[in-house]
């Protein structure tokens, strides 16, 4: 079940990727429309935080092509933003709230640029839309798991980009960070941008969602949330792993046979 | 003091030479340091430091005579050819990196020792190699006009790199994923620190040799980052603390005299070794004093609360009781006992007459917040985390100590203020 649209903001056309020769995701293939609110759900390892890696060019892909605003993502840079997952960083690292959302500009700014007076403007604006203002001048250090997502949040608005990327930002985060995010999306959305978000809580997809993806290591179904989101596909996507696609997938890695070169 | 007057007025060229050479020296280590300590890469610091032997022997073996540049030369090609190495093996087997680490520093090395070997026994070599050892644990004292152009010149090269890339160097150590998105070409960035990471140690070789110059490369970064938590002051400190060791290192060996580069290493060694122990927050001492004092407020309070409980049931508020019947109430050790009373006594939450103890109001105060956190979470384990009344009065036991005001009123609030626990005791509330 996957609605295709016209003029999709971001097309994934036929995706293969693996990790040491285990494929992860086979034939994934959708598109996006402008605007909306995306919830990319699955099982654990069904490959959600692959498929947006991929998407960001991060893990290799073993066939497909990917397209933003109909075009391939190193011409379109500045118009994506991508929020890791909140563990993927150390959070040890000496430096202060302030300099990591100022990080946000660098893309804007390039290589050997220093920041210049209305870009720490413009990342005190964005600490200030995430409720942090307080904090900017805290080491990371000392923040909570909640407060470091909103930091991630604030560091990705800093961007002032059309599409974005997030990588499960409501893990580990309290009820009141997850309600503020989840606003603060809303209002991204309401201004024009897109925003796709790796997620696994079912219970609210149906609430912050107005279009979903379902996967599990392949494309189960894309479309509107009310359309999509059904006992059928749930039940296919969560139903078990389908036993010999991940059957094969053990025995491709284990004789190390490269899937689909290039 | 006429040692020290003579080694600091600069007279002697030879001193002069070795005090602005292993100067140099820890500026260019320090600074590659801290970045190679970020991006946790320690370890592959200490195998490049150690992979550049076989290349200086292999240029020397080539060139014939001890030219430092010809030999720089020699040392780069070896140290950047260990880091494609252990990139390869790492991507391309199942070997996981850091064993790839171990295997590289070990074979460069033992290859380096071989050809070292070989140089000296070798007549038609060894004329020429005087010194060529000296790159194994180093020699200060042989560093010379030419060597410190040659110094200066790459610590410059440094200097300037790392300014120029700085804001690029550090979001490749925070967030790799996040520079790729970004755009920027984070293989050339990472190619460049490892660059530097090379330079440094090809300048510090004759100095402090290869065994040894992975301690400077990393001890001053990870001695730093005990003292702040601020990325400019990390940098400072570890260039500083870099700074200190050479200079009082090469003193030391002038005074004693002895080899210069296992001194700084020594200095740097113990600066590090008394940061671990007595820096605030971060230090051994000062973590073993916070946890003493949360020890002794653990003990404290429960003897508050014992005492409170001793005399919940009874009408008159003003007893007092003796060291028995508190071990009775609540059985610890009776000098832990003793001491608490004591502290407890002098901080005015008891009164104390003969061997008798009776709470003050501002004791009783403590005992009944005390009593009254340790029912409500048993209330809370029960209601909202099911679990069994007979197994919540051990967690309640630590979490008594622990929460906040804040937490305290959340709790009462979220609970709605019940009467009794769990056990059906009365939760004790303020009048």
Partial sequence: MVTQVENPILEVHDLTVSYQSKPVLWNVDFSLPSGSLTGIIGPNGAGKSTLIKSIMGLTEKNSGYIKLFDKPLSKVRKKVSYVPQRESVDWNFPTSVFD???????????????????????ALECLRDVGMEEFKDRQISQLSGGQQQRVFLARALAQNADIYFMD?????????????????????????????????????VKKYFDWVILINMRLIASGPTETTFTKDTLQEAYGGKLTLLSQISDLLSKEDIPTRQG | MEQLLHFFS?????????????????????????????????????AVAHAVLPGICVAFILHGEKNLWILMIGAFVAGWLSLIVIDLIANKSKIPEDSAIA?????????????????QHNPSLSSNAAGLENFLFGNAIAINQQDLYAFGTIACILLATITILYKEFILVSFDVNFAKTIGFPVRVLELILTTLTVLAVVIGIQSVGVVLMSAMLITPAATARFWTQKLNVFILIATFLGVISSISGSFISYVTPSPTGPWIVMI?????????????????????????????KVIDENILKALYQ????????????????????????????????????????LIQENDTWQLTPLGKNKGQRITKIHRLWEVYLTKYVQIAPDHVHEDADSIEHILTPELEKKLEELLEYPSTDPHNTTIPYKK
């Fill in chain 1, 100 to 122: 990591i959302v100022l990080m946000g500009r660098y893309g804007h700014l390039g290589l050997f640029k220093r920041p210049k007076q209305a870009d720490k403007e413009f």
């Fill in chain 1, 168 to 204: 499960e930002p409501f893990v580990g985060v309290d009820a009141a960070t997850e309600a503020a995010i989840i606003e603060l999306l809303k209002k991204m959305r309401n201004q024009g941008k897109t925003v796709i978000v790796v997620h696994h809580d079912l219970q609210s």
């Fill in chain 2, 10 to 46: 600069f007279q002697d060229p030879i001193i002069r030479n070795v005090i602005l050479g292993t100067i140099l020296l820890s500026i260019s280590s320090s600074l590659v340091g801290c970045f190679t300590f970020l991006r946790k890469r320690s370890l592959v610091g200490d």
């Fill in chain 2, 103 to 119: 295997l590289v520093l070990s074979v460069f090395f033992g290859v380096g020792t071989l050809l070292l070997t070989h140089i």
């Fill in chain 2, 268 to 296: 740097l060694s113990l600066i590090a070794i008394v940061s671990f122990l007595f820096a605030p927050d971060r230090g051994i001492i000062s973590k073993l004093m916070k946890q003493n004092a949360f020890k002794q």
């Fill in chain 2, 310 to 349: 001793l005399g919940e049931n009874e009408q008159k508020s003003d007893i007092q009781y003796s060291i028995k019947e508190l071990l009775n109430k609540r059985p610890m050790d009776e000098s832990v006992l003793s001491k608490g009373l004591y502290r407890l006594t002098k901080e005015r939450f």
